[in-house]
């Protein structure tokens, strides 16, 4: 028999009961009463227990805090250049003839390097020299001439005397008289104008020598010549080219010895003196040097001065890197700890003294560093045990075990 199907009445009855609005307050009230016991839950269930335990020790290596002296240096960098270096330029200008070195050889003092076209300059040094022996003689010619006029004007004034004791007696004609005086006016017009021409002879054949000795000096400029023993490091003409005065045509360098130069600041430079003994090494291999040359006023620029350390060249190369320790005054009774001891941080600078099993933060005011030493000038005593090294990495707050 088939169920009985709800009548329309029954129907009406569970809308009204339970409507839709009801049923959205019951599902949140449900949701709420959810959330209220697991909060609940939550909040009343036990906490962990806190468990205490010690920080691990330090091993740390102490080192005592002594005085001693220490020597400092001050470490520079350069490049080595040879011991003397000439830019070499023709004095005279002319067209290349020779070349007679190449970049690298080997010459000594007055070897030619280059030569000049000289038919011009010899033709100088001709006309020069002509000049010269005409000069010679034309001074000689005056020199015998005046001897000459000079006895002419004693005969000529015998006879004026001669000429006037007549015309007293009126055995001469006056117009006699003016005649023999007027040729002895000119004998010695004559003899003045020999005279200044001997005595001003030496001053014109001195003219004529310097020109033909800066003619013969001139033909002797058409060669480069070396100026020292050396090498050959460029020549930078060919043979046609047109040479001037001004233009640099070949170097020469010296390397029997090479220089080392470097500027130092004052406090260096003051350290220093000439004739002392310096270290410059170059890669792995150290040469003794000694300082040649130590300019004591500073660059007014820079304020540093210049130096230059003189080593052997059959060793090393120009052009080479090197690097020079110049020794400082020595630091007398200096209170020194090793650099690892201090720690560098946004506190400052300290290092840690060993209290016991503990460590204790010190503030140091530094000096200077010298290699792996460290110069402290406050707060520190001889005799304080600190820690050697490592110092960025020790806490106070940890236990240590010291290991001497």
Do not use: C
């Amino acid at each position: 028999m088939p169920p009985l199907a709800p009548s329309d009445n029954s129907h009406s009855r569970l809308r009204r009961f339970f409507p839709s609005r009801r049923q959205g307050l019951w599902s949140i009230g449900i949701l709420g009463l959810f959330g209220f016991t697991a909060y609940a839950l939550v909040a009343t269930a036990p906490q962990p227990e806190a468990v205490l335990t010690d920080l691990p020790s330090l091993t740390v290596e102490a080192y005592t805090v002594v005085r001693k002296d220490i020597a400092p240096h001050a470490t520079f960098t350069g490049r080595l250049q040879p011991r003397r270096s000439a830019a070499l330029r023709f004095e005279v200008s002319g067209q290349l003839l020779h070349r007679a070195a190449e970049p690298g050889i080997t010459v000594s003092a007055g070897d030619t390097l280059l030569i000049l076209d000289d038919r011009d300059f010899k033709d100088r040094v001709r006309t020069a020299e002509a000049e010269l022996r005409l000069e010679e003689s034309s001074i000689e010619r005056d020199r015998i001439q005046l001897e000459q006029a000079a006895r002419h004007r004693e005969l000529q004034r015998e006879e004026v005397t001669r000429h006037t004791r007549l015309g007293e007696r009126s055995l001469l004609s006056q117009s006699s008289l003016n005649a023999a005086e007027q040729k002895l006016t000119e004998l010695e017009s004559r003899v003045a104008e020999l005279t200044h021409s001997v005595e001003t002879g030496g001053q014109r054949l001195a003219l004529k020598q310097a020109k033909f000795d800066q003619a013969r000096r001139d033909l002797a400029r058409t060669r480069l010549t070396a100026p020292f023993d050396g090498r050959v490091n460029t020549v930078l003409a060919e043979v046609g080219d047109r040479i001037t005065g001004d233009q640099t045509v070949a170097s020469v360098v010296d390397m029997t010895e090479l220089d080392f130069y470097v500027e130092v600041d004052g406090a260096t430079a003051l350290a220093l003196e000439l004739n002392q003994e310096v270290t410059v090494k170059t890669g792995e291999e150290e040469h003794p040097g000694i300082l040649v040359a130590l300019q004591t006023d500073p660059d007014p620029r820079t304020f540093t001065h210049a130096v230059r350390i003189r080593i052997p060249g059959d060793r090393a190369a120009p052009g080479q890197l090197a690097v020079a320790r110049l020794p400082l005054p020595v630091i007398r009774n200096a209170l020194v700890v090793p650099v690892e001891a201090l720690r560098v941080d946004a506190a400052g600078q300290a290092v840690f003294r060993i209290e016991g099993q503990s460590l204790q933060r010190v503030a140091v005011t530094p000096g200077p560093r010298v290699g792996s030493w460290q110069v402290i000038e406050s707060e520190l005593e001889e005799g304080n045990r600190i820690v050697a090294r490592d110092a960025a990495a020790m806490d106070t707050r940890r236990p240590i075990r010291v290991r001497e």
